[in-house]
């Protein structure tokens, strides 16, 4: 008995915790990963992936702030027609388009300026706005007016011809911008050698054949009467407001102030009638006869 009271006691804890040590030592024991060891590259690999979120999201508001509004274009061209078409555009600016030509614009002006393009000839009208400036870019050209009337013709490789009617207008030449001119009523600028050449003219020989045979083609007929009264001795009125909604394609060619008013009359089912001096469209009663 007193054998066994002398014994030290076994601590089976212990000599398991240094068996382990020693097969460690001498790599008997697979190595095991320590979850531990994981845990920074766990926490690198969320926060790259928030970070490449964020960094998408902010591309994405970016681009859609910078991204500029996408401007539909309309396109006038007259290869095949034998008439001046005549468009009026939305900020009231009248277009008088000669044949062979092609002219581009936006449905809206909603940019601080009214850019449009020409190929070919046109008679320009435009409605003043100081605030934004009409340009016109051609081939060889960039014209910039705020409100007045003129004539430009562009020749391809020859260059191009302005006249004004009447207003002021700023001429720049793409190639060589230095070139820069303004020309006033009554003056006429060239494209001579790349550089710009001004002279005198006389509006009629010039600027005439944009009366000659007006094409209007699905035309409000407010906007079709505005041009008849300032270019013809007419003074056509509407009864109300509605009948300047209607759309009308019509020719007019050399008429009188009476063949309009039957041709407009008859197209849209109106009659007129003369008030002390202007002639008066509106609509016919449903049951009542025009005179």
């Known amino acids: 008995m007193e054998e066994v009271k002398n014994k030290r006691p076994i601590h089976t804890r212990e000599s398991w915790d240094k068996l382990y040590v020693r097969l460690r030592e001498e790599q008997l024991i697979p190595e095991q990963r320590d979850a531990t060891k994981n845990k920074p590259v766990g926490n690198l690999l969320k926060i790259a992936a928030v970070v490449l979120i964020l960094l998408g999201i902010a591309a994405g508001v970016y681009m859609n702030v910078s991204r500029k509004p996408a401007v539909t274009m309309v396109r006038l061209n007259t290869v095949n027609e034998a008439n001046t078409l005549i468009k009026t555009l939305t ?13 581009s614009f936006p449905e809206e002006f909603k940019s601080a300026s009214r850019n449009v393009e020409l190929k070919g000839e046109a008679f320009f009208d435009i409605m003043p706005n100081s605030d934004k400036p009409f340009i016109i870019e051609t081939d060889e050209a960039l ?11 562009t020749k391809n490789v020859d260059g191009f011809e302005l006249f004004v009617d009447r207003g002021k207008v700023k001429v720049t030449l793409k190639k060589n911008p230095v070139h820069s001119e303004m020309v006033i009523a009554g003056e006429k600028i060239s494209t001579v050698n790349n550089s710009l050449v001004k002279s005198k003219y006389t ?9 000659q045979r007006m094409h209007f083609k699905d035309e409000k007929l ?25 759309k009308l394609t019509v020719t007019f060619q050399s008429e009188t102030a009476g063949t309009m008013t039957e041709l407009i009359c008859v197209a849209l089912n109106l009659k007129s009638q003369t008030i002390n001096g202007s002639v008066v469209l509106s609509e016919i009663k449903k049951g009542a006869k025009q005179n």
């Open 143 to 153: 014209i910039q007016v705020l409100g007045t009337a003129f004539n430009v013709k």
């Open 203 to 211: 509006a009629n020989e010039a600027t005439a054949w944009y009366k």
């Open 91 to 103: 900020d009231g600016s009248v277009i008088y388009l000669a044949q062979n030509s092609l002219f």
């Open 222 to 246: 407010q906007n079709i009467i505005t041009v008849l009264n300032r270019n013809f001795n007419t003074n056509f009125v509407l009864a109300d407001n509605e009948i300047g909604k209607h």
